[in-house]
């Protein structure tokens, strides 16, 4: 069974029986949005989260492998944990092992995870800095406020308690409005140093696809408004995620 809601906003929520038809439905969305602005612009600007994400892709980069452009993918992670890249708690390093090298054809240089040092507050301010390099060296369009990088796609996932990238429930940087990378030292969930994209970054974005398998996640995404991201989402000035697909398995 598929069910379709969409409201005025195109918000669509497309809830699906099993994980792979997840995949399969995620493969297909990611590769039409990469074909339309590749066509558009020439380049195609996805932001990758971690978790069962990575896993979800698979269908894209199996079966997609040679009808996607991936030359003109650049690559950039809404949060990352701050330990080396091949650390197995590494979201560069999952993304690596089963997205890119199963691709093969994104360009080293389009691949942009964080300069790894051990101060979590070092590798945000340094992602932030090189975001805005590529904002002024015209790599990175802006949004209309023209305060935000603006990407094509953020793919993101959905934890148990409703945290969104590493933003989580009863933690500040949730409220983040000035900066668009911020640090946490103390993450509910390990490891506890992370790094994340804020919300007034995320909510720029053209697309965003909450991509949400398992059942212990039914319960987080059945509430009403925001489809689970309640939890994370101050109430003002930011109410819900300007989200333009869900995808949902049960
Ligand atoms: O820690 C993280 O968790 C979320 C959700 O992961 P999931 O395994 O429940 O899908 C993920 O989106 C984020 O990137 C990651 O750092």
């Known amino acids: ?23 399969v439905a995620l493969a297909q969305y990611t590769a039409d949005l990469s074909e339309k602005y590749i066509k558009e612009k020439g380049c195609f600007n996805v932001v990758l989260s971690g978790g069962t994400l990575i896993h979800t892709m698979r269908v894209l ?25 091949d650390d197995c708690d590494s979201n560069y390093n999952l993304a690596n092992e089963g997205f890119f090298k199963k ?50 796609l953020m793919l993101l996932g959905i934890g148990p308690d409703g945290h ?17 990378v ?6 509910p969930k390990p490891p506890p140093e992370r790094i994340t994209m804020t919300f007034p970054l995320i909510k720029c974005a053209s697309n965003i696809a909450m991509v949400v398998t398992g059942k212990e996640l039914a319960r987080p995404v059945q509430r009403k408004h925001s489809v689970g991201i309640v939890d994370v989402l101050p109430r003002r000035p930011y109410p819900v995620l300007n989200c333009r697909w869900r995808l949902r398995g049960k």
């Open 1 to 23: 069974m598929a069910q379709l809601i969409k409201n005025k906003k195109k918000r669509e929520v497309i809830k699906l029986v099993t994980e792979e038809q997840v995949a």
């Open 61 to 85: 980069a199996e079966v997609y492998k040679n009808a996607v452009d991936w030359s003109k993918w650049r690559v950039f992670w809404v949060d990352e944990r701050v330990v080396p890249l």
């Open 103 to 152: 691709v093969k054809k994104i360009p080293k240089q389009n691949i942009y995870p964080i300069h790894y040092s051990c101060s979590a507050h070092e590798v945000a301010c340094d992602y932030e800095s090189r975001l805005k390099t590529l904002v002024q060296n015209k790599v990175l369009p802006t949004s209309a406020c023209g305060c935000f990088p603006k990407f094509d």
């Open 164 to 180: 969104i990238a590493s933003l989580f429930p009863n933690r500040p940087q949730r409220y983040e409005k000035k900066h668009w």
């Open 182 to 187: 911020t640090s946490i030292l103390d993450s």
